[in-house]
């Protein structure tokens, strides 16, 4: 399938957010019975803004096939199932409606139903292929529709 997307509206914008951070270290007393002047590094915490980078869009899309030739294709094998359908029906109707029971019977009846069921597989197969609107047909495989996405351009920094 082929996409196709156009963009509407679009805008990037910084987003904003607060946290702490570590801004350093420095040295701070922290005694012990043993070593009363000892001193320990502390990170330095402060708050700190972090920002980044975002992208809205509106954008159009539009999935369809890549060839036509297969939508088209399903459609005829649509058709063949359906005049097979009307045709089975003849010939199993025929073949098990015989009053002489074996095989022999039941294959000289189906045999004897093959010129109508020919007939009404090609009547049925026709008028399926003359009702498709190939148009209509081609317009079931597009899905057209407007959607919205954020995207990040930048990360937290």
């Given at each position: ?60 899309y ?91 351009i930048?990360d937290?920094?």
């Amino acid at each position: 399938m082929a996409v196709l997307d156009k963009t509407l509206f679009s805008f990037e914008y910084p987003e904003v957010m607060t946290t702490t951070c570590v801004t350093g270290w420095t040295y701070r007393p922290c005694p012990t019975w043993n070593n009363p002047g000892r001193m320990c590094r502390e990170d330095i915490v402060l708050p700190c803004v972090k920002t980044r980078r975002s992208r809205f869009r509106v954008y159009a899309y539009l999935r369809y096939p890549d060839t036509f030739e297969d939508v088209v294709r399903s459609e005829i094998e649509r058709c063949h199932l359906i005049a097979a359908g009307v045709a089975t029906n003849i010939v199993y109707t025929a073949a098990t409606a015989s009053s002489v029971v074996g095989p022999q019977a039941t294959i000289a009846a189906a045999v004897g139903a093959i010129p109508p069921a020919l007939e009404a597989y090609i009547q049925s197969f026709w008028n399926c292929l003359t009702s498709l609107n190939l148009s209509d047909v081609a317009r079931r495989q597009f899905e057209a529709d407007i959607k919205q996405e954020t995207v990040r351009i930048t990360d937290w920094g």
